[in-house]
């Protein structure tokens, strides 16, 4: 399997169904895959060569979408461009993946002329829903030429160690840096998907993407397409129009970062609407409040599920099912809803050592995996890849313990550890313990320079809409359950918490404004 046959089985499924849909334009699947094939044939026309690199810049749209599916079906490269990120980080990005082809969306012009000059290698550019930019429409690139078909660019193996695209990783501590995610890395994503995330239910399925398709929204509209489902698209997340697209569009898959899953509830217990058509709220991107996914299931019904992976290792290194997220409300193995999920079948993880040896059920270390989800490497950087890849594992930089039922816990990441007076905090098991409490929304906790204790534990708090608690209600609560030692020194109401382009809360953000008088990010 190629990326591009799992689009191909729901053209062959369901011709004339609805592939995907926006606020104004739709696209069936068989409307969807005459397109493909016209761009990639005028893309080979022009020059274009297999694993020639192409980025799509653009918001969530529908004809943003089919040229992703474009460049899947000429054996390019995929560069996904978040258009929320800044100017200098996408210019630094697509200079750094050698881009050969753009097409970007008109209500990024701007920012799009501003990068060309940078691009050195780039071959063309198009803009894909304007014929009135100083760039060749899209419409410009098909190819109608019946005589000249498009060859097949697979092999019978479907080329599982050609690069299907440079994905960028969060950039938390640098330049974002790309992966080489490989067809064969994909297409086992894309099977975990089917088994998991869609299962035996794959009639009118209404995936609905909120999420920019540039993160893990755009990346698994494949596995529905498998399904011959239909992906719905939202220019960008607003809960109660998000639940009133539920209920009128009787969506069935939603994925979610969990900031964006906490204000749905909020506003999800306020206006009670029919949400039941929904089969899965997949959760992923960071940890999840238990006590934020029992209140899921009261309001949702037993769809919850969670996911962990990373670009390095993508989407379902281990799985979180409904029923088990369900189970632990009704008491039966309720330790389970702070795991990310038992491991899926394709992959081994091992909890290690700083040394490399492993670590016994239930013992903290650094998660590490092996298998076919694991990614080759960083592109053009050996060293960031020997690093990741020491003692013949990919190391994670989560940390966390396996139980022996085989679930994993993730207690946090180790750069997010808070070493206080000595003793190891992990940011996480605060935040969980801060988020059981109605009144609070969202909250971040970091390590903050303190001449006593070298970091001080501080929660950033925001409350729920109407709701009142203070700074010492908080910390007497806190202390009561995890003891003074992981109780935040200190307590700030804000009234947002800064996020990144991909919805994650943004703690470097955060920790900048408390260490930027400082040398280093540890006291």
């Known amino acids: 399997m190629r990326p591009i046959d799992y689009f191909d089985r729901g053209v062959n499924k369901e011709p004339n169904s609805i592939f995907v849909q926006g606020i104004e334009r739709s696209y069936k699947f068989s409307e969807a895959s005459d397109i493909t094939f016209r761009i990639a044939q005028g893309l080979y026309k022009k020059g ?16 943003a979408v089919v040229c992703i599916f474009s460049i899947f079906r000429a054996s390019g490269v995929w560069i996904p461009v978040n258009t929320r990120n800044d100017v200098s980080t996408n210019a630094q990005y697509l200079t750094y993946v ?19 000059p940078k691009l050195a290698q780039i071959k063309e550019i198009f803009c894909i829903d304007s014929a009135g930019t100083d760039f060749p429409c899209v419409q410009e690139l ?63 399925i209404v995936y609905l993407a909120v999420a920019p398709i540039t993160h893990a929204a755009g990346v698994i509209i494949p596995i529905f397409t498998a399904a011959a489902g239909t992906t719905l698209l939202l220019p960008s997340f607003n809960p109660e129009e998000v639940l009133r697209t539920i209920e009128r569009k009787k969506v069935t898959h939603i994925f979610l970062p969990p900031t964006a899953f906490y204000a749905l509830l909020d506003v999800a217990v306020k206006l009670k609407l029919d949400t039941s058509s929904l089969r899965q709220i997949l959760l992923g991107a960071s940890p999840v409040s238990p006590d934020k996914m029992r209140q899921g299931v ?11 992976g990373q670009v390095e290792v993508p ?7 409904p029923e088990d997220v369900y189970n632990a409300c009704q008491d039966i193995h309720p330790e389970r809803l702070r795991s990310c999920g038992r491991v899926t079948s394709t992959t081994l993880v091992s909890i290690l050592d700083n040394e490399g040896n492993a670590l016994p059920t239930g013992k903290e270390g650094e998660i590490c995996c092996r298998g076919p989800l694991v990614t080759r490497g960083y592109y053009r950087k050996p060293n960031a890849t020997k690093e990741a890849r020491q003692y013949g594992w990919h190391h994670t930089g989560d940390v966390g313990y396996l139980d022996k039922d085989g679930f994993l816990y993730i207690v946090d990441r180790i750069k997010d550890m808070i070493i206080t007076g000595g003793f190891n905090v992990y940011a996480t098991e605060v935040e969980a313990s801060i988020l059981a409490y109605e009144q609070i929304l969202e909250c971040a906790v970091i390590g903050v320079p303190d001449p006593r204790w070298g970091e001080a534990v501080k929660a950033i708090v925001v409350r729920t809409a109407g709701e009142e608690i203070n700074e010492e209600q908080l910390i007497l609560g806190i ?45």
């Open 315 to 321: 989407m379902l290194i281990s799985w979180l099912s």
């Open 98 to 116: 050698s881009t050969r082809w753009l097409f970007f969306h008109s209500s990024v012009i701007n920012e799009v002329k501003r990068i060309i």
């Open 142 to 204: 098909l190819f109608d030429d019946d005589e000249l078909l498009l060859s097949d660019q697979s092999d019978p193996f479907s080329s599982p160690e050609e690069i299907f695209s440079l994905w960028p990783t969060g950039g938390t501590t640098g330049p974002s840096k790309g992966v080489e995610m490989l067809n064969r890395n994909i297409c086992m994503m894309y099977e975990l998907g089917l088994q998991h995330y869609i299962g035996a239910a794959t009639d009118d």
């Open 298 to 308: 009261d309001i949702f019904g037993p769809v919850i599920c969670q996911c962990y």
């Open 479 to 523: 202390k009561a359950t995890l003891g003074s030692v992981k109780t935040p020194k200190s307590i700030e109401f804000w009234e947002s918490l800064p996020k990144t382009s991909v919805g994650k809360v943004d703690k470097k953000s955060i920790r900048e404004r408390f260490w930027k008088k400082k040398s280093r990010n540890i006291n």
């Open 48 to 63: 274009f060569q297999k694993g020639d690199s192409v980025a799509v810049y653009s918001p969530n749209d529908p004809t």
